[in-house]
């Protein structure tokens, strides 16, 4: 362990400890919890042969998520890979914000990727009509499958920007990368998470514009978006407010499409 915690510190991974008790768990085909509960158990040679494997692509950079192949997303595990984003804490602001819809409204994420807003919500409120939509057949195919193997129905399908439908709330986490922005990114996110989760412009609003744009005029609509895009964001839509990650900074903002 020590030595793995070595060379993922030598590889510039920013949670080496972390990522070190992760891998070698799946190594052995344990919970990361029993590694603490057994701190001396034997390390048969497949589970060293796996966790060295494991460790080298830690090292090269690709993330834990997608090694591993599942990332946790408020109560559920969603399956992973390079089709999709890998999903992040601060998009549960949008879970949220759907939470206070009435019962039986009808709610539509678009840019579903991995389905980790549309499902978790599902998922926690199984009253509410869910549907979701994807511009990427990749994505869209990973969706579809975490919606099965969760036994979630939530209809999905292709579009680019918002399908015809009559929606109560429209939600999405669009690409909001600045240009600028992506030559200095991770390799986690630069190399291998899929750039169309990402990009999106010069001023990183491009996607955003573009969805508000394709929303009929008074669609209910909440967005993600980088903390500095919330005023800009605001002024998109009407009556607009900003809500904060548990972190304290403006990770979304909902209102009405004028
Ligand atoms: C930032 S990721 C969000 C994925 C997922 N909703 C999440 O929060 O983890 C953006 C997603 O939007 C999709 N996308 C990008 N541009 C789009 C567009 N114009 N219309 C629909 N989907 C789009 C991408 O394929 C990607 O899956």
Redesign the pocket.
């Known amino acids: 362990m020590r030595e793995g915690v070595r060379s993922l510190e030598a590889a510039g991974v920013p949670t080496p400890r972390l990522d070190a008790e992760l891998l070698m768990a799946e190594a052995l085909g344990i919970d990361r919890g029993a590694l603490f509960a057994a701190p001396e158990q034997e390390v048969s040679e497949d589970a060293a042969e796996a966790w060295a494997a494991l460790l080298e692509r830690r090292c090269e950079r690709e993330p834990v998520a997608y090694i591993l192949g599942r990332k946790g997303f408020r109560w559920i595990d969603l399956e992973v890979d390079s089709r ?5 804490p601060e ?1 549960e602001l ?1 879970v949220e914000i759907a939470l206070d819809v009435p019962r039986h409204a009808r709610v539509h ?6 389905g ?2 549309a499902l978790a919500l599902k998922h926690e409120r199984p009253d509410l009509q869910v549907s979701g ?4 057949p990749g ?1 869209l195919a990973v969706a579809r499958r975490n919606a099965e193997v969760l036994e979630l129905e939530v209809e999905l399908s292709e ?3 918002l399908p015809a439908g009559d929606y109560d709330l429209v939600v999405a ?4 990368i600045r240009d600028d922005e992506w030559p200095g990114l991770a390799p986690e996110l630069g190399v291998y998470e ?1 750039p ?3 990009r999106a412009g010069a001023d990183g609003l491009d ?1 955003i514009r ?2 508000v744009a394709s929303c009929p005029p008074g669609t209910r609509l909440a967005l ?1 978006h980088a903390p500095p895009q919330a005023a800009t964001v605001r002024g998109l839509l009407s009556g607009a407010r900003s809500r904060c990650s548990l972190g304290g900074e403006e990770y979304a903002t909902v209102g009405v499409v004028p």
């Not at 999709?84 to 992040?88: A, F, G, N, T």
């Not at 994420?109 to 991995?114: C, F, H, I, N």
């Open positions: 999709v984003l890998i999903p992040r998009t949008l994420e678009v840019g579903v990727g991995s980790a807003v939509s994807d511009a990427y994505a579009a680019r920007d986490n669009m690409p909001y899929p169309e989760a990402f996607a573009g969805l993600e």
